[in-house]
Each structure stands twice: as structure tokens, then as C-alpha cells.
């Protein structure tokens, strides 16, 4: 298969059809490369964005209806995401904050465990979205162009 | 229009016997939904949710028991009902449960009567609805309706 540009694609499972799978030169892990609805045309999309989001729709369909949030920690999926490499999941979980928009689900936790404790002002309160925000800037801060295009 | 849940998850909640009445939220679940409570998120356990503590009444046992729940509920006036009729002045609510182990349930999901005889839910983290008859929602996560509960009606008629 002829090597499309090298953007990074935060493409959601959704809109990925036509996988391939390719070893890229010496590099250790595998690019795939997929027709991407989102972008109408070939975008490489990280092995690492692929393997997450398989666990994190997993985990939502698995948790979704649940009023429990026992239940939702004491998934198997989560907490697959949330024992992965923290320099590798943190941006992931940003990229997934991301495209939740206002709905985000229950990643305040997660990231505030995996960053060591580092967690939004208390003035923020309850409100889901600007905690949301919060993280979310403070990823682009630390992450920037990993996190993938605006 | 339609939820956002997978139809499998909720396989008698079929087109024309609900309706969505609120967006996707983690503010409150489907107890606190009952209780008519849309600023805690009610379960017996310590922690937080974004910022706010997880609400459980004081003095209620911290174990997922339908009688730990029932007593939840009673702590805003809820008591035993026989059943889920429509009973003219009374606000009914539903208890789901599912058997975790032979003889032992485990609540799940409440459900509110509203004035008309319809019932509403919040579907964990997903919407509110309203649906026809209280085992719409009847599915493999929510098991089944086991216990009733009423109290008396206070707020307008038209909710």
C-alpha cells in the first residue's frame, strides 16, 4: 500500500472502514492505515488510538445504562484503559474528551489518577463541562500536536 | 427522537412506547431521578462525582440491597406500595433488581410514576425518558421490577 501523508488521524472506530494493517519501515509498532469517512479520503491512524477505542466502546456498552458507578469503575475495559502506559493513555483520554464534547463520560478520575493527582480548581464544582474544558486545555498545554488536529 | 443507547441493551423500549426528555448527563442516576433529586448522584458509596460528593442518605445502610434503596427513597417520603397503579394523589416509583446469586438481588434501577400513569427513567449516564408502562425498561442490566414504593403527590399535575 502506497504511504499516505503522516497525519494523525483522532478518527473515531466509527468512521474507520478498510483497515489495513502495514509494518512501517523498523518502527516497532504497527501503522494502520484506513479510509476515513471523517476526512473522505486515507488517513494513518495510530495503532495505539485503535486498541483504546476498542476498550473504550467496550467499556461504554458494557456501562452506559449503569446507575452504579462501582460497576462502571469494576470493568475489566476500564480498567484495561486505566493500567496502560499513563505518558501513553493521558493524551487518549484527552483526544476522547475531546470528541464526547459536552456529553463526557467517566474519565475525570482516571486522568486525575494517572497525572499524579493533578486535578481541575475546586471553583469548577460539579459542572461537567467546564471540567471537561479543563482537562482538555490543560492536555493541549502538555500535549499539543499529540493530541492530533483541532 | 431516538436515545442513544444500543436497542439490544433495551429491547422493549420499541419506537412509540417512549421519549426522550433530557440529554445525555452524570449529574444525577436513575435513584436520584426518582427522588426527584437532579443534583447528586445517589449510591451507597464514598467518593465524588466531578467535584460534587456521591449522595446516600445519612443513617441509610451503604450496601446495594433493595431494602437499603427502599429505605433511601423513604427518606423523602417514600413507603411500601402493593403495586404500580395509578393511584389519583400518589407518586409511585418502581425498584428493579437482579439476582446477583441464588436468592440475593442486587437494585439496579427506580423508575417514577408520573401523574398520567406514564413513567420516566434516567438510564444511567444516558437520558431521561418516559415510557409507557414500567417494564418497558425491563432488560438484562436492569433485571426486573421487584418492589414498589409511593408517596404523596406534592408538585403540579403536569410533571
Known sequence: ?150 | MAGSWDPNDLPRLTAGVYAVTSCETTQYNCIAWAATDILNWWEPVDGTMFGRPIFWPPGVPRNYSVAAYAAALATVGYVESGNGLLEPGWEKVALFAVETSPGVFEATHAARQLSGGTWTSKLGYLEDIIHMNVTDVCCPAYGTVVRFLKRVRTRPMCD
Open chain 1, 1 to 150: 500500500m502506497e504511504q499516505q501523508s503522516t497525519q494523525i488521524a483522532r478518527v473515531p472506530l466509527t468512521h474507520i472502514s478498510n483497515v489495513a494493517i502495514v509494518q512501517s519501515g523498523s518502527e516497532a509498532e504497527t501503522i494502520v492505515y484506513a479510509n476515513s469517512a471523517w476526512y473522505g479520503e486515507q488517513a494513518v491512524v495510530e495503532k495505539d488510538w485503535i486498541e483504546f477505542s476498542a476498550l473504550v466502546s467496550a467499556w461504554k456498552r458494557e456501562t452506559r445504562l449503569s446507575s452504579s458507578l462501582r460497576n462502571v469503575f469494576a470493568s475489566a475495559y476500564y480498567k484495561s484503559i486505566t493500567t496502560m502506559d499513563p505518558d501513553k493513555v493521558v493524551p487518549l483520554i484527552i483526544r476522547q474528551l475531546i470528541l464526547e464534547g459536552s456529553s463526557p463520560y467517566h474519565w475525570f478520575s482516571a486522568l486525575v489518577a494517572l497525572t499524579n493527582g493533578n486535578s481541575p480548581p475546586p471553583a469548577l464544582g460539579g459542572n461537567v463541562r467546564d471540567i471537561s474544558r479543563w482537562w482538555i486545555e490543560w492536555g493541549r498545554a502538555r500535549y499539543g500536536r499529540q493530541l492530533g488536529p483541532e
